[in-house]
């Protein structure tokens, strides 16, 4: 058994000048990969992505909001000029084909661990997608590759319940959007656990614990928004406190990551104080729920992260952590969270979200 990675030039091509989230992001980690010998190691498997379908992405996304997609892509193609769709999200004349091999990877990887050809896998594609909704493409993101996914499963895999975590730095407000009423395909059932620096202090500025759905999604929602300069003792803090006595109520069949690197301590865009080998550790508890429930399938998607050469450690560490290899990370001077952030969680943000959620689960 191997870990899938995803990944094929295209992803390259959505090219956008200067843009924080470069196509030199993706070209930093596959690098980083080769350099340390993952592509050749038979343990990991290259995935081929494919296109998604038009009726794929409208599992999730309005016809208006594709269409846009693919004329303000056909208007950079003939201007030979970048294009927006809004203040942050730039298009390239190739977005709109990359888009569709980015979703359409996830959804290859999801066949390859469903048939059992991998075990898990990492999906190194852009553009990214949690802050896009059902008609907005909006904060560096085009279509929704976690919530197509997700939704894949449901129609096409035969699962029934879903949990996503998404570690991103920004609160994944498409993501929650979407599912914020869970979804509506028959008798399945979708979680989400959100950690991110404080909406009120980093953009989308959402993601706040009152934010918990609402129907038939009602408190299937939780928010972890952290206070900024936490280190990864305050995420450990979540998994052990929400993520696995939820977990072990909702029996996920499949866990799905939106995977920001942004996060760490560098980065330049956020405040948080997360090391490069932070998402790794956070993902071996994840492993433990997977094991324990979903047969160990998990796929990551990868989102934002602008610290290219921390991001390119952090990847390779998930993918070590992913093909059990726990104790071959690469690791930098581990960083803790001020006592004050930590009174805080556990006095304040900790009670207070159990408060919010304890009517829903018998856990709380
Ligand atoms: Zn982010």
Redesign the pocket.
């Known amino acids: 058994m191997t870990t899938g990675i995803v990944y094929h030039p295209i992803y390259l091509e959505h090219k956008i000048g200067t843009h924080v989230e470069s196509h030199l992001r993706l070209v930093a980690i596959m690098d980083f990969l080769k350099e340390n010998g993952i592509m050749d190691d038979p343990n990991f498997k290259l995935i081929e992505p494919r296109k998604a379908t038009l009726n794929q992405i409208r599992y999730v996304h309005e016809d208006s909001l594709i269409k846009e997609v693919k004329e303000v892509s056909e208007l950079s193609d003939a201007t030979g000029n970048v294009q927006s769709l809004d203040m942050d999200t730039l298009v390239s004349g190739k977005t709109f084909e990359a888009s569709l091999y980015s979703v359409g990877g996830n959804l290859q990887a999801i066949d390859e661990i469903m048939n059992g050809n991998i075990k898990n896998a990492f999906a190194a594609v852009r553009p990214p997608g949690h802050h896009s909704n059902r008609y907005k493409c909006s904060g560096f993101c085009i279509f929704n590759n976690i919530a197509v996914a997700t939704e894949y499963l449901f129609r096409e895999k035969g699962i029934k319940r879903v949990a996503i975590i998404d570690w991103?730095?920004?609160h994944g407000n498409g993501t929650s959007s979407i599912f914020y009423s869970n979804t509506e395909t028959k008798d399945c059932d979708v979680i989400m656990f959100h950690s991110h620096q404080d909406g009120r202090t980093l953009y989308p500025g959402s993601g706040f614990i009152g934010e918990i759905g609402s129907g038939k999604g009602e408190g299937k929602i939780f928010n972890y928004p952290m206070p900024p300069r936490a280190a990864e003792d305050i995420i450990m803090k979540f998994f052990d406190e929400i993520i696995s006595p939820v977990c072990h109520e909702f029996k996920p069949e499949f866990i799905l990551i939106s995977a920001?690197f942004?996060t760490h301590w560098t980065d330049q865009?956020?405040n948080m104080g997360w090391t490069y080998q932070g998402p790794a550790n956070y993902l071996k508890l994840i492993k433990k729920i997977a094991k324990k429930y979903a047969n160990n399938r998990i796929l990551i998607t990868l989102?934002?992260?602008y610290e290219v050469d921390k991001q390119a450690k952090a990847v390779y560490n998930c993918l070590k952590v992913l093909n059990n290899e726990d104790d071959n990370l690469i690791e930098e001077k581990p960083r803790s969270s001020q006592q004050e952030l930590l009174d805080y969680i556990d006095n304040k943000l900790m009670p207070e979200i159990k408060d919010k959620l304890k009517d829903y689960w018998n856990c709380f």
Do not use: I, S, V
Request: include cysteine.
């Open positions: 991103d730095c920004h920001g942004d865009l956020t989102e934002g992260g």
